[in-house]
């Protein structure tokens, strides 16, 4: 903790039941590097197919072949800022909850599930805010 500290680095916890939301990772790099896996898969099985070329190594050269593209400074710092965890984004993120969960300002607690969401949101906004 201590070399973290002495490095300028933040650890960030992510509250429980809440990656889907704000996970810089899953949010962008891990999409976008999806969808260009998939995309090029097909293509690269069309081409190895008709130059009768062997299929054993296509996930790894395709990976290989847009790894840069993927996994680059550009893309990771759009995962954080497209989740509002830098720069700090406090209403992106609650929106994002409200949203996921139909959270109304007004609305009353009435079942233990939205009483634990209530109290999730609470907790976060604690973390997050202070």
Known sequence: MKTMIDSNIHPLYL???TTHLI???DNVILAGLKWKMGTQKQLEMIRRLLTHEGMETII????TDI???ALNPHT???GFKNT???PFDEKLILDKFKNEYMWMEDSKVE???AQTIEAIAHVFKEKVVH
């Open 60 to 63: 790894q050269d395709i990976f």
């Open 15 to 17: 509250p429980a039941h």
């Open 23 to 25: 996970q810089p990772l």
């Open 76 to 78: 990771i710092q759009a």
């Open 84 to 86: 509002g965890i830098w």
């Open 67 to 69: 790894e840069s593209e």
């Open 111 to 113: 079942t233990i599930e």
